[in-house]
Structures are given as structure tokens and as C-alpha cells.
């Protein structure tokens, strides 16, 4: 591609003919994101090398918070190879301790040690075949490159890198392989993997290296393209021991298909998919990197910013059930560039964003990360065009970073953010109805950096006259519980957790503390008054105007592919789903409306619940999930609730108060569900499942008013309770036992005095 392009015009129109070349003879490797990369693309900036107190005035001229310049080494020092543009970066730290960053460019890769971050030393260069796209990955002394332009694997031995050495031990290819996108490392078990090749469908290949300089095939993942992944070996749950694939990707059928896709890869030879995920106003998922914890994934979209989204968008998953998947939020910089490549590094998110640079999160909590830092590599605009940093590397000892730029080079710098040293999360499921009596358990999770100690954690309840703080107890895994005391039934309560470090740091969940308290209905009991599995026929009805894609009771046909169910809710086996057709089926033409049988909730207090799947990969308008709700045999209707493309898929259980919808629910009330797509391009699947009616009651509450209320006349409290109740307590009756737990002590006279506050209910 050559040296220098003094005409950018002439620059990409070379370029954009070696891509029609490069269509013609592959076009699995022709994606959109390539044409456009090669179409935006600049010269280079070319300089001398710039160390950290230097005259010159480099390291201001890049707009940053919270990170250093430590030193850039700009793309022409990279001698002898092809430095008209830049790609990827990786690590290497040798057995003595001295820190190597490894630049791609687009004539091969240049080793950079970097052991003193102000003083960068290029030890050495690999030439490779010319591209825009090289990727490369290490495990123990080996570095393995790879390139769209060809040369299959480059296997390139760093063991004498500390004299300034490294070895090209050879360019391996194998049974027609020859170019790749990407490579991946599984840093639990050291398994390497190619993907976006020219073999396999493009898909996710196992790469042999029990023989660590001749690598061999080995099977894989091949049922579609996979632009990039992160592979790892759970350590827990269910799948412990399992080796599992996050695939960002997808082009089998074009970019409608663009996803997740979670896949056991244990055996690379019977590889089994366990989950696909479709998420709203997709463009290309193109690279996934999963949280610490590894309950949440987050996934940069390549094709979303500028087409349909206008600020910089990743997605935030929920990876909890590998089966189950579902899009829990977005989260953004709130600038219009292009995310890239992120890593995730103790609870840190450091993110490669193109033309606004290296951004850094505090994702302490995963669920929510907040950006704390940033360093843009391209100066002058954060516009959602293909320039800038192109990716980074985190996990040096040192806590340096690297940043390749895909015009400017190796940036080495230094985060200077403070990161919070303390969050909390829900741990368990957090009820929204307690028992009057008291004792409902409530859990909080405290997570905590490396040194920081925990002084106290406290649920904070509110029964009518503010909150009050209850201390928890330490469960010894890092979280913590306490139960809930007696509280007036039938009234609402609200809650939350607030916690402090013994530095006086404090953290509330959520997050918002008391404004954003979860809010819990006080009942004495539960009684389901309807409940259906669809597991045989009990009247439901369907109707609608579809030309396909209409509800079916059964069980799920597909491993869970093109945002369709791969399984029921509740396990029963059968559900309600849209087009139950494994591959390319969907709702299309119209809408498909589900409509339950008559259901009496004349019996007081009553809640519907149910589960419900909904995936809708585009999201527009007219394209969307509605529940209704009639309580006049379908005379008319009340929507409760819509989802338009704000769903990725998973099943979700929903609940709602039909007597806040109704002041008077009556023995017709009906519930319809009514999937819709009538815009063009959108990949809409809905399913439904465990439609409950659920009746609460605050009769016959033990603890309540019949707890204290013990002297005539019943119904009134006053002095002469407060009487019976102390000679109760000392005559030793058990009438006075109010804990019920055949002791008469200090808790039963708490509770007499919370049971005569509160009166009767």
C-alpha cells in the first residue's frame, strides 16, 4: 500500500481497488466496517519519538482528564516495515520483569519496551503482509499475529527479547487458510483462536499449539462469521469447567443477524450454541469483552453511531444464565464517536473509542460504570468516523497503558483517577411484598477494592415515618442481610441499603439511595387464583393480520437463534412464541395478538404476573411488544405496557397491581399480548410464559392487631392492653411470647410496643 500518500484521494482509491480485489477472491472478508475504515482513512502523522518532559510541546496537544502522556512513539520510527497506518496492540512482560508493547502497523508489528514508560526503545520488527487489519495475541514467550492481508499465522519467538531480539519462526498456514480478522486467547487454559477467516464460514477456529511453533486446525464454531470473541473457562455454577465463546459477529444472512451468540466450546470438535442475543438499533457487534465478576458483558457496536444512534453506545448484558442472556442497558460517553475495543481489567473498563480516544470507566459496579478518565489520540474532533485509537493493552504490572492510533502511533500513558473504593449490588432477589410478621431476609452485596474494609451496612426501611436504619449482618462472602421486623399490613414500605468504609466512604443501592427505594406491599398471605403453564390448552386465542410469525403453544424449536427462545420460562417445556421455525422465521406483515381466557380477580388485592421474551434487533416505532389489559371481557382495552426495540431478548418477569388499573377488578378480566412488525428490516420475536393471578391478603395476620390487642374491648388499643400484655410477660403465659420463639425476653416487649404503634391495620 505504500510508504507515505501525499493525495488521500489517490491513497484510498488504491486502497478501495485492493478491496474489490480482496471481495472477488473472499467475500466473507467484505463487510461494511472494512469499506468504511478504508474510505475515512488519512495519512499518518509522522514525528520523533516524544518522552514525557521533553521541550516540545506533545504531550499538551491531546485533550485529557485524569491520564498522563508518558511517551507516543509516532508510526515512522517503526523503520523498514509499512508505517502507512496503524492497527492493534498487545502485551508482553518477559521473565525478568521488563514490560513490551507490540504496535501493528500496517507492514507487520514493531516490540517496544516500554519497562520505563518515559524512555520508549523499539527492540525490534516483524515484517508481515500489507493491510490495514493486523491482530496480534501472546502466550507465554510466543507473540501470534495475524492479517486480513494473508500469511495465515505469524509466529513470532520474544525468549531472547530482553537482548533486542525477536524471531519470525514462520508464517503457518494450513488446508487453504491464508487471511483472519481476528485472534483470541483464552487466558484461563492458554487455547488460541482465529476468527473472521477465510476458512470455516469466517467462524471461531480452535488453533492447536500443544506444539507451540506449529500450530495446527482443530475444529471450532463454524455456522457463521464471527468478526471477534472472548473466550474463557467458567469457574463456577453450573458450567464450571466449561469452556464458553462470546462471539460478536454474525453475517450469516446479512447484517439482521448481527449479535451475541454464547457457544460451549469445550470441545471444539462438537461445539454447542447456547444462546443468541439481538439487541435495539443494532449496526455490527464487533467486539465483547465480560466484567470481573463475569455476570455482565459489555459489546461495542461498529455501524451504530451516526446511523441509529447518535452518541457513542455500548451494551450492557446480562451474562448470568449463558442460556438466558438479556440487554440490561446502554451506557455512554455522550460523545458521536465510534466505539471500538474495550478491555476490563479490576472492575475498570478501558475503552478504545476511534476518534475520542482511550475512555475509562469505574465499573466497581458493572451494572453501572461512570466514566472517570479519558486521553483522545485524535485532536480536533470526536465525530463517528474510522480515525484514532484503533485499541489498548491494561494489564501491565506497572498499571501503564498502551493506546494504538490508527494515524499517530504508540501512546503509552498513566490513569490518574480515582476510583471509588466501594459499591454495593443486589444480591438475590429483592421482594416487593413482606410479611407483616417480619422476617423477610434482605441481602446487599458489598464490593470492595484491594485494601478497603467495610465498617457497616445498613438496610434502610421506611413504614410511614421515615427511614431508619437496621444493621446487617456480615454473611462472610461479601455480603450482607438482615430481616425486616413487623410492619402495618396492607400498607406500603420502601427500602434501601446504605453502606461505609472504614475511610468514611460511603454507598447506597441503588444507586440514588432513598429516591430510588425499592417499594414492597405489606401481606399477610398469597393465593394464586390463576396460573398457567401452557402446558395443555385452556382457552387462550390468537388473532392478527400477520403473513408470518404468529403466537404457537409449544415447546421452542431453536437453540435459541435470530432472538427466539431457545427455551421456556419456567421449564415446563411449553410456552407461547412467535414463529416457532429454527432459522431465518420471524412476526412479519403485521400484528399477532394473544389473548387470554376470562379471569376472576374479584377477590381483593390482586397482581398479574408473567414472564415475556422480547427481541426487536432494529426497535422501530411501529414495531413493537403492547399488554393489555380489559376488565370488561375485552369491551375495551388498557394498555399496561410497550416495549419498542428497549427489549434485547431474555426472559423477564413482569408484575402489575391490577387494582391501581382498576378500582373495582372484576370476574372478566383479560390480559392480550400483541407483537408487531410492520417496518422493514426488523427481527421481532416475542414469547410469552407462567401467566399467574396473584390474590394478597391481610386476614388473620398473626403479629398484627391480634398480637397486641389483648384486653376487652378487641379493636381498641389503650392502657389496659399495655396492663395485660406486662402481666402476661411476667406470669411467664405464652400469650405474651410474641416472637413465637418459646422465650420471653426483650424482643417480644419490641414487638408489643411496634405491634401497639402501628394499630389496627
Not at 140 to 154: L, N, P, T
Not at 295 to 320: F, P, Q
Not at 569 to 586: A, H, I, P, R
Not at 663 to 672: D, E, L
Amino acid at each position: 500500500m505504500g510508504q507515505v500518500h501525499t493525495s488521500c484521494f489517490g491513497y484510498r482509491h488504491a486502497a478501495f481497488a485492493g478491496l474489490v480485489v480482496a471481495i472477488a477472491g473472499t467475500a466473507v472478508n467484505a463487510h461494511d466496517d472494512d469499506v468504511r475504515k478504508i474510505l475515512d482513512n488519512q495519512p499518518p502523522v509522522y514525528g520523533e519519538i516524544w518522552m514525557q518532559g521533553m521541550a516540545t510541546a506533545r504531550g499538551g496537544g491531546f485533550d485529557s482528564s485524569n491520564v498522563t502522556l508518558l511517551s507516543h512513539v509516532p508510526l515512522n520510527n517503526f523503520s523498514g516495515l509499512d508505517t502507512s497506518s496503524g492497527n492493534d496492540c498487545w502485551g508482553y512482560v518477559s521473565p525478568s520483569g521488563r514490560e513490551y508493547a507490540i504496535m501493528g502497523v500496517a507492514g507487520g508489528y514493531g516490540f517496544v519496551e516500554i519497562t520505563n514508560p518515559t524512555n520508549p526503545v523499539i527492540v525490534d520488527t516483524i515484517a508481515g503482509p500489507s493491510s490495514l487489519w493486523h491482530d496480534v495475541k501472546v502466550i507465554g514467550d510466543y507473540a501470534y499475529g495475524v492479517s486480513e492481508g494473508g500469511s495465515g499465522i505469524q509466529v513470532m519467538d520474544m525468549s531472547n527479547i530482553d537482548s533486542g531480539n525477536v524471531t519470525l519462526v514462520r508464517n503457518w498456514t494450513s488446508g487453504g487458510y491464508s487471511t483472519t480478522h481476528n485472534i483470541i486467547v483464552n487466558e484461563d487454559s492458554n487455547s488460541l483462536w482465529v476468527s473472521g477467516t477465510n476458512i470455516g464460514n469466517g467462524g471461531l477456529i480452535h488453533i492447536d499449539i500443544s506444539n507451540p511453533t506449529l500450530p495446527s486446525l482443530d475444529g471450532g464454531w463454524t455456522e457463521m462469521y464471527v468478526h471477534d470473541a472472548q473466550v474463557v473457562t467458567m469457574q463456577d455454577g453450573p458450567m464450571a469447567g466449561r469452556e464458553i465463546a462470546f462471539c460478536a459477529g454474525g453475517f450469516s444472512g446479512g447484517f439482521t443477524s448481527t449479535g451475541l451468540r454464547i457457544v460451549d466450546v469445550t470441545n471444539p470438535n462438537n461445539t454447542q450454541t447456547l444462546s443468541t442475543l439481538f439487541y435495539p438499533n443494532s449496526g455490527y457487534a464487533h467486539q465483547v469483552w465480560i466484567s470481573t465478576d463475569r455476570k455482565y458483558l459489555y459489546l461495542n457496536d461498529e455501524l451504530d453511531e451516526g446511523a441509529t444512534v447518535s452518541v457513542t453506545t455500548t451494551r450492557l448484558i446480562n451474562i448470568e444464565d449463558l442460556a438466558n442472556p438479556y440487554l440490561v442497558k446502554t451506557f455512554t460517553t455522550g460523545r458521536a464517536a465510534i466505539d471500538h475495543n474495550l478491555y476490563v481489567r479490576d472492575n475498570v473498563i478501558y475503552q478504545s473509542n476511534y476518534r475520542s480516544g482511550l475512555r475509562v470507566f469505574d465499573a466497581l459496579d458493572p451494572a453501572n460504570p461512570v466514566e472517570v478518565a479519558y486521553f483522545d489520540t485524535y485532536p480536533g474532533s470526536d465525530s463517528a468516523s474510522y480515525n484514532g485509537a484503533w485499541s489498548n493493552y491494561p494489564y501491565f504490572p506497572s498499571g501503564n497503558i498502551i493506546i494504538s492510533d490508527i494515524e499517530r502511533g504508540l501512546f503509552v500513558v498513566r490513569v490518574d483517577a480515582q476510583f471509588s473504593p466501594m459499591a454495593l449490588a443486589q444480591a438475590g432477589t429483592l421482594p416487593t411484598t413482606l410479611n407483616p410478621a417480619g422476617g423477610d431476609v434482605l441481602s446487599v452485596e458489598t464490593i470492595t477494592r484491594d485494601g478497603v474494609a467495610v465498617s457497616s451496612v445498613d438496610l434502610m426501611l421506611d413504614t410511614g415515618s421515615g427511614f431508619t436504619p437496621i444493621a446487617m449482618s456480615d454473611n462472610g462472602d461479601g455480603t450482607y442481610s438482615a430481616s425486616t421486623p413487623t410492619v402495618p399490613c396492607g400498607s406500603d414500605v420502601s427500602y434501601y441499603f446504605t453502606a461505609t468504609t472504614t475511610e468514611s466512604f460511603a454507598s447506597t443501592f441503588p444507586t440514588d439511595g432513598a429516591s430510588a427505594a425499592i417499594v414492597a406491599n405489606v401481606v399477610s398471605s398469597t393465593t394464586e387464583i390463576y396460573a398457567d403453564n401452557f402446558e395443555s390448552n385452556t382457552g387462550w386465542s390468537v388473532s392478527g393480520s400477520v403473513s408470518d410469525g404468529a403466537w404457537e403453544r409449544e415447546i421452542p424449536a431453536g437453540g435459541g437463534g435470530r432472538g427466539d427462545p431457545g427455551t421456556d420460562f419456567d421449564g415446563s417445556g411449553k410456552c407461547y412464541l412467535t414463529d416457532n421455525v429454527e432459522g431465518n422465521s420471524d412476526v412479519d406483515g403485521g400484528t399477532t395478538t394473544l389473548t387470554s381466557p376470562a379471569m376472576d380477580a374479584t377477590g381483593g388485592n390482586t397482581t398479574l404476573t408473567y414472564a415475556m421474551w422480547y427481541s426487536n434487533n432494529i426497535g422501530t416505532v411501529d414495531d413493537s411488544m403492547n399488554v393489555q389489559l380489559s376488565n370488561n371481557n375485552g369491551g375495551s382495552w388498557t394498555t399496561i405496557d410497550t416495549l419498542s426495540g428497549s427489549q434485547g431478548g431474555g426472559w423477564i418477569e413482569y408484575s402489575f397491581d391490577l387494582n391501581s388499573i382498576f378500582a373495582n377488578p372484576s370476574s372478566q378480566v383479560r390480559v392480550r399480548f400483541l407483537a408487531s412488525d410492520t417496518g422493514e428490516g426488523s427481527v421481532v420475536e416475542a414469547g410469552v410464559d407462567a401467566v399467574k393471578l396473584i390474590e394478597q391478603s391481610c386476614e388473620d395476620v398473626q403479629g398484627g392487631c391480634s398480637g397486641a390487642d389483648l384486653a376487652e374491648p378487641y379493636g381498641t388499643f389503650n392502657f389496659f392492653d399495655v396492663s395485660a400484655f406486662l402481666q402476661a410477660f411476667d406470669a411467664g403465659d405464652p400469650a405474651a411470647d410474641l416472637t413465637g420463639d418459646g422465650l420471653l425476653n426483650f424482643f417480644d416487649i419490641s414487638d408489643f410496643l411496634n405491634l401497639y404503634n402501628i394499630g389496627c391495620p
